[in-house]
């Protein structure tokens, strides 16, 4: 299949981008450069991959790429750290429903007039940022509280922007909601605020990155965020990738939504532990909580059995494995003065 991917030099694209071609798949990239700046990638010279430098907002371009294009995965969108949030707040909804309003447009679009078979779209956790049933099943965004943070509240709205052009239009979709993506690849953002934890500049307000960062820069005790006690479900950028793939791939998931995670709870605490441990062998780990952000769910944890069901997916790389990954990669992004 040909696939066109908006946000395609992000960080979850770019391991989405990967395993596409893997698998053989014809893929067109777009990208502004507006989060990190211009970037490479090692597949930039597969042949069966073009890269377009454009605004994912217009429409006409994505009609262009989408006149021969069997699916889009609409994957562009801003996003940040919890601070990101915040910092925002205006701008992240604004943007991002200019985003989706174009996606959707061009998608209808090429459904009625090309050959598109149906939109993918990108949606997030955050949708099940207020719910009360853990673990949280799909549908479950449409019971509990709508999410506090306007960020989670325009992941919402794609999804119903999903719903309606179906309704509408008979514009077939399928819904992936990633959890926790960890990995390598994600740097500082262009536009980041300055947020100081104890005495360490963070690289992006994520919890993985930004917890190795300062274990290597040598903060003892290690500032956490509230008590540590909040709880995610750290997942491998690879296993998120291959996971919308094979959603992609799937008739089962013809207007379907899929929780996107691993099936393993782990703290703050627990995970900043391992980071110590990794990093700092045999030296006693110690900690400090700072005042939390007002957006800092404490529970975020999927139902995961939907996805295992229908698309045969389930998550396969531990947190032992990511951090032997994501921690001397970040010490070398660190030596090159990238974070």
């Known amino acids: 299949m040909k696939i066109l991917v908006t946000g395609s030099a992000g960080f979850i694209m770019g391991y989405l981008v990967e395993d596409l071609l ?8 777009i990208d502004n ?6 970037l490479s990638r090692s597949y930039d010279v597969d042949p069966r991959y073009r890269f377009v430098r454009g605004d994912a907002k217009d429409v006409d371009l994505l009609k262009t790429l989408l006149a021969d294009c069997d699916i889009m995965v609409a994957g562009a ?7 990101y949030f915040h910092q925002y707040a205006y701008d992240l909804i604004a943007e991002n429903e200019r985003i989706t309003a174009a996606a959707f447009d061009a998608a209808i679009w090429a459904h009625g007039e090309a050959r598109l078979q149906k939109i993918v779209v990108v949606s997030s956790s955050m949708v099940f940022e207020c719910a009360t049933v853990f673990p949280t099943p799909e549908g479950a965004q449409a019971a509990c509280p709508p999410p506090r943070s306007t960020y989670g509240f325009q992941k919402l709205a794609c999804e119903y922007f999903a719903r309606g052009a ?6 077939p979709f399928t819904i992936v909601r990633p959890f926790n993506c960890v990995g390598i690849g994600e740097g500082r953002a262009l536009n980041a605020p300055t947020v100081l934890s104890g005495n360490v500049k963070l690289a ?5 990155p930004d917890l190795v960062l300062k274990v290597l820069q040598g903060q003892d005790p290690l500032h956490i965020l509230g008590a540590g006690n909040q709880v995610r479900h750290y997942t491998y950028g690879g296993d998120v ?10 008739e089962r998931a013809r207007n379907e939504d ?22 700092n062998r045999g030296k006693p780990f110690r900690y400090v909580s700072d005042p939390p952000f007002p957006h800092d769910v404490q529970m975020r944890v999927p139902e995961v059995a939907k996805a295992r069901q229908i698309l045969k997916f389930e998550a396969q790389t531990g947190l032992e494995a990511v951090l032997d990954e994501v921690i001397p990669w970040i010490a070398e992004q660190m030596k090159l003065g990238r974070m």
Not at 77 to 83: C, L, P
Not at 166 to 171: D, F, N, P, S, V
Not at 258 to 279: D, G, H, P, R, Y
């Open 22 to 29: 893997r698998a053989s798949h014809q893929v067109v990239g």
């Open 33 to 38: 450069y507006s989060k990190y700046g211009e």
């Open 77 to 83: 969108a801003k996003i940040g750290g919890i601070s």
């Open 166 to 171: 179906w309704e509408q239009y008979k514009l």
């Open 204 to 208: 992006m307000s994520h919890v993985l």
């Open 241 to 250: 990738a291959r996971g919308i793939r094979m959603a992609l791939e799937s």
């Open 258 to 279: 899929f929780n996107i995670s691993t099936a393993k709870s782990t703290s703050v605490l627990e995970l900043a532990e391992m980071v110590w441990k990794k990093i």
